[in-house]
């Protein structure tokens, strides 16, 4: 059998971390198993519908390196695949419920049910559809379907009980009397997320159904719309909740949740990768990092957890360090200055972005690091440093490397402690009178990367230019 699997999103506008991971165990799963993976567009409900969402969704599957395949049959198109443009799929399979009488139509008017709802909500029952059209004449129903604004509703038994398996929470039983009678097409003619999922899952061969939990209270009526067609289902997996580090579920006020804004932040694919897999799976040793193969090859169902996984921004800032240390020169300087305005930095960029590689977190950061190296040094006026260069000594440092400068080449970082030797030489002073002064004049501040790569980077002309405005300034 070949795995098919999918992943659904509706297009809300952007592509949640929660969906994100929910689209990589699916795609782990596929590949794994030399399976396909679709990308099925939920977007039936019109009301919701938000412009430009599904390019974004498809750009950030890409961005993360989780492309979709065609499917479900070999000769069939790449998708992604529009419920939207499915609708008389829908429409013929609902016929078939409704002469069997799974399904049946319902007139109740929305205030009715409106109504209806409140009192339930208010006398503290579960809000559910009371029935009143279950037992209309089909034919009488099918004479008012023609005039009449009405919805479709699945019929659930009166009776009985449905168990059901599903891999990461095992065996469920839920009685039919806690299941209402689902909508299943809208009274625009639209399916319901339920009866459209059913079909499509079913007519594109998914073998497994990887999702969040929030989708396993459906379950049963899913099975039930199975069995209702007579259809066999597929297996059920309901992947853990991502959570806020106080335990309540992932949401938007206690941090970013859309990939693209991961993305902006410099958070590498790879890295964001490899936390979401660990956030609900687990390899069953302590290693943490994985390249997308090793995840491939070692994903399972049964290493899934059941407990919700809280989304550690910490985590995965130590991860993306990890990745941005582990990155090659090559791939790391390409990266690097996509981050950074071109003018920014003179011809010797590589040197500074190098030498701010191991402390970087994310990308974003680097305009902050490269600071030390393409600001001007602002004037000292208070503090330690305005002190050191208030020393009477700093005057004949800066001087004399001025001097020096001109007679001495530059042509790597270490020339520059040689340059300074002489320097030392000629002033007699040394240690922190010596290096601190320097470091001041050329960048303002006490502490930062080293000296001899600063000065490389900033060349001989502009340490003159600098030593000099500093002198000018004593
Ligand atoms: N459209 C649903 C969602 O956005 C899909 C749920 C499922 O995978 O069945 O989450």
């Known amino acids: 059998m070949t795995v098919v699997v999918r992943f659904a999103p509706s297009p809300t506008g952007y592509l949640h971390v929660g969906g994100l991971r929910t689209a990589l165990y699916n795609y782990l799963f596929a590949r794994k198993h030399h399976g396909r993976f679709i990308l099925r567009i939920e977007d039936t409900d019109q009301s919701r519908y938000v412009e430009g969402a599904v ?59 409106e109504a209806l709802r409140k009192k339930q909500l208010t006398a503290g029952q579960a809000p559910g559809y009371d029935g009143v059209c279950r037992n209309l004449d089909p034919s009488e129903a099918e004479k008012r379907a023609h005039t009449e604004s009405h919805v479709i509703r699945m019929r659930i038994p ?110 590498l694919p790879q ?21 997308m193969e090793e995840l491939i090859d070692l994903f399972s169902l049964d290493r899934v957890n059941k407990a919700g996984a809280v989304f550690n921004v910490e985590k995965l800032n130590w991860m993306n360090q990890h990745y941005i240390q582990a990155m090659d020169e090559t791939a790391y300087l390409k990266e690097a200055k996509k981050w950074i305005s071109p003018h920014r930095l003179n011809e010797r960029a590589d040197i500074a972005l190098l030498t701010v590689k191991n402390s970087l977190v994310r990308f974003d950061e680097l305009p902050e690091k490269l600071k030390p190296f393409v600001s001007e040094p602002t004037e000292l006026t208070e503090g330690e440093g305005a002190e050191l260069m208030k020393n009477e000594t700093t005057p004949h440092v800066l001087q004399s490397l001025r001097e020096t400068l001109i007679q001495h080449p530059l042509e790597k970082p270490e020339d520059f402690f040689a340059l300074m030797k002489t320097v030392q030489k000629e002033t007699g002073v040394k240690g922190k009178n010596l290096w601190m002064s320097v470091r001041l004049a050329l960048t303002g501040e006490i502490h930062g990367p080293e000296l001899g790569i600063i000065a490389y980077y900033l060349g001989k002309e502009e340490i003159i230019r600098r030593v000099e405005s500093a002198l000018r300034k004593m």
């Open 55 to 113: 390019e974004n969704l498809m750009k950030s599957l890409r961005a993360m390196g989780l492309d979709w395949d065609a499917g479900p049959d070999k000769n069939d198109e790449k998708g992604p695949y529009f419920q939207s443009q499915r609708l008389s799929i829908y429409q013929k399979q609902i016929t078939r419920l409704l002469e069997t009488g799974k399904a049946y139509r319902c007139f109740c008017p929305h205030e009715r049910l």
């Open 158 to 267: 009166d009776e009985g009980s449905i168990t059901f398996h599903d891999e990461i929470r095992g065996d469920v039983t839920v009685d039919f009397h806690r299941i209402d009678d689902q909508v299943l097409i809208k009274s625009d003619g639209f399916p319901t997320y339920h009866f459209a999922n059913v079909v499509d899952d079913h007519l594109m061969g998914i073998t497994h159904v990887i999702r969040g939990e929030e989708w396993l209270p459906s379950l049963p009526k899913h099975l039930l719309l199975y069995d209702s067609f007579g259809w066999e289902p597929p297996r059920f997996a309901h992947l853990p909740l991502l959570l806020n580090p106080d335990k309540s579920k992932l949401s938007k006020r206690q941090g970013d949740v859309a990939v693209e804004e991961y993305l902006a932040k410099g958070y």
């Open 271 to 291: 890295a964001l990768n490899n936390f979401l897999a660990l956030l609900g799976w687990n390899p069953g040793t302590d290693q943490e990092i994985f390249s």
